[in-house]
């Protein structure tokens, strides 16, 4: 069994943007800049925007963090984001979800100028993508696609079976490994709450990427030897012997799995830094798409 190891690959990959960042300033280019607006505190996506901003310091980017308070009223949340699409200072930007009931999130996605959209929500960036156009692909796929590919998996013909069915997550993924391209051209199962035989579906599966939120779902008697596996499951488990008091546990039971797979994500330690570093090479994208 070969770990994708997450934490080296994106280590490798923040420091091919810092060495890009900096070539552009030493060549006069302004540092690459991401906003992240994060409303309420929600202890999930204070954890995230933090690690957002971090990376962004590792590479030499700006970051300015717009912290908002969860009664903020949907007009309010607009107007900030009016605020961010026109200051020329920054390069791109995300609205971390979820966002509290009073806000239709739809609403704030779509009002977010696309060529700003780093986390590739806009629909006119997933439009773009289905029709394999140039434009923002969202980081967690975009992150699983490029650990595959640094890692050389076999993709072509193989039978890929993607579980959750997640506009962030799950629809893009499957579309991106369908694209007639590498990583890509594999044959697509995309499952959900309705799908049936799913265990018949998992162990036919080459390639399985798990993203349903539930905790050790994907068992050991559910796969075949020598699957690869993408777990892309972060739930947040009580764990009082832990500082934080809680432990992360993925989609996968990590234990039994491995036994049986060739290539296989850990959790933590696989797709979330990934996802932080493809958020970063969105953003520098952004940032040349203007020089
Ligand atoms: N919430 C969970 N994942 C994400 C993400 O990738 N971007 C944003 N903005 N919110 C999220």
Same mark, same amino acid.
């Given at each position: 069994?070969?770990?994708?190891?997450?934490?080296?690959?994106?280590?490798?990959?923040?420091?091919? %943007?810092?060495?890009?960042?900096?070539?552009?300033?030493?060549?006069?280019?302004?540092?690459?800049?991401?906003?992240?607006?994060?409303? &309420?505190?929600?202890?999930?996506?204070?954890?995230?925007?933090?690690?957002?901003?971090?990376?962004?310091?590792?590479?030499?980017?700006?970051?300015?963090?717009?912290?908002?308070?969860? !009664?903020?009223?949907?007009?309010?949340?607009?107007?900030?984001?009016?605020?961010?699409?026109?200051?020329?200072?920054?390069?791109?930007? %995300?609205?971390?979800?979820?966002?509290?009931?009073?806000?239709?999130?739809?609403?704030?996605?779509?009002?977010?100028?696309?060529?700003?959209?780093?986390? &590739?929500?806009?629909?006119?960036?997933?439009?773009?993508?289905?029709?394999?156009?140039?434009?923002?692909?969202?980081?967690?796929?975009?992150?699983?696609?490029?650990? +595959?590919?640094?890692?050389?998996?076999?993709?072509?013909?193989?039978?890929?079976?993607? #579980?959750?069915?997640?506009?962030?997550?799950?629809?893009?993924?499957?579309? #991106?490994?369908?694209?007639?391209?590498?990583?890509?051209?594999?044959?697509? !199962?995309?499952?959900?709450?309705?799908?049936?035989?799913?265990?018949?579906?998992?162990?036919?599966?080459?390639?399985?990427?798990?993203?349903?939120?539930?905790?050790?779902?994907?068992?050991?008697?559910?796969?075949?030897?020598?699957?690869?596996?993408?777990?892309?499951?972060? !739930?947040?488990?009580?764990?009082?012997?832990?500082?934080?008091?809680?432990?992360?546990?993925?989609?996968?039971?990590?234990?039994?799995?491995?036994?049986?797979?060739?290539?296989?994500?850990?959790?933590?330690?696989?797709?979330?830094?990934?996802?932080?570093?493809?958020? +970063?090479?969105?953003?520098?994208?952004?940032?040349?798409?203007?020089?």
């Amino acid at each position: 069994m070969i770990l994708l190891d997450g934490i080296k690959t994106s280590q490798d990959l923040r420091n091919e %943007i810092a060495e890009e960042v900096e070539h552009i300033v030493k060549n006069g280019g302004k540092r690459p800049h991401l906003a992240a607006v994060l409303v &309420g505190n929600n202890g999930a996506s204070v954890t995230y925007v933090n690690a957002k901003i971090k990376a962004c310091e590792e590479v030499g980017f700006k970051s300015t963090l717009v912290k908002l308070s969860d !009664t903020i009223s949907e007009g309010e949340l607009l107007a900030e984001v009016k605020k961010l699409n026109e200051d020329p200072e920054i390069d791109g930007f %995300i609205v971390q979800l979820p966002l509290p009931v009073q806000i239709d999130e739809k609403k704030i996605i779509l009002a977010i100028r696309p060529d700003k959209d780093v986390d &590739g929500f806009h629909p006119e960036n997933v439009g773009r993508m289905a029709l394999g156009m140039s434009g923002f692909v969202p980081a967690t796929p975009a992150g699983i696609i490029e650990l +595959l590919d640094r890692y050389n998996i076999e993709t072509g013909g193989k039978h890929c079976v993607v #579980l959750g069915r997640s506009h962030i997550v799950g629809q893009p993924i499957a579309m #991106l490994m369908a694209r007639n391209t590498y990583p890509g051209n594999s044959t697509v !199962t995309l499952c959900h709450s309705h799908t049936r035989n799913l265990t018949d579906i998992i162990r036919s599966a080459d390639i399985l990427i798990a993203a349903v939120g539930r905790p050790n779902f994907v068992t050991a008697d559910m796969v075949k030897d020598g699957v690869v596996v993408v777990d892309v499951g972060i !739930t947040r488990i009580v764990d009082k012997t832990k500082k934080s008091g809680y432990r992360i546990v993925g989609d996968v039971d990590f234990n039994g799995v491995s036994q049986k797979a060739a290539f296989i994500t850990p959790v933590p330690g696989g797709v979330g830094p990934m996802t932080i570093v493809s958020l +970063l090479k969105n953003t520098l994208k952004a940032a040349r798409g203007k020089s």
